[in-house]
């Protein structure tokens, strides 16, 4: 039997997206963890793997709170980043520079993240 261009185009699209996978990694400080729980089950209901990547506390969190059955919550693969522990000194008006330095702590300690992170890629 043969194909005609429209069997063409839908091969075509199924293809690439059969070897899609996505990985989220929701930035805590700006509240993006219910969002992208959300929309990790949206995609996930394609079939699409979804790798949601974040601290176990902030997974928990996420977890707990999800209105979703626990049937589409298994289809989504949690990985807990240990995150370390680092100096929260408070900001500091008076500083000579105008970045914030009471941020730069959190920056060194996400360089610790590369590692495991791109291990999971």
Same mark, same amino acid.
């Given at each position: 039997m043969a194909s005609t261009p429209h069997d063409d185009h839908h091969h075509e699209n199924k293809s690439p997206l059969s070897s899609v996978v996505v990985v989220m990694v929701p930035f805590p400080a700006q509240s993006h963890l219910n969002q992208l729980l959300q929309l990790a089950h949206v995609v996930s209901s394609y079939d699409i793997p979804v790798h949601y990547v974040s601290s176990t506390l902030h997974i928990s969190q996420v977890k707990s709170r999800t209105t979703n059955s626990l049937h #589409?919550?298994?289809?989504?693969?949690?990985?807990?980043? #240990?995150v370390p522990t680092l100096? +929260?000194?408070?900001? &500091?008006? &008076? +500083?000579?520079?105008?970045f914030p330095e009471h941020l730069i702590p959190s920056f060194e300690a996400s360089m610790g993240l590369r590692k495991p992170f791109a291990a999971i890629l």
């Open positions: #589409q919550l298994s289809k989504i693969h949690f990985h807990d980043m #240990q100096p +929260s000194p408070p900001p &500091n008006p &008076n +500083s000579k520079t105008k």
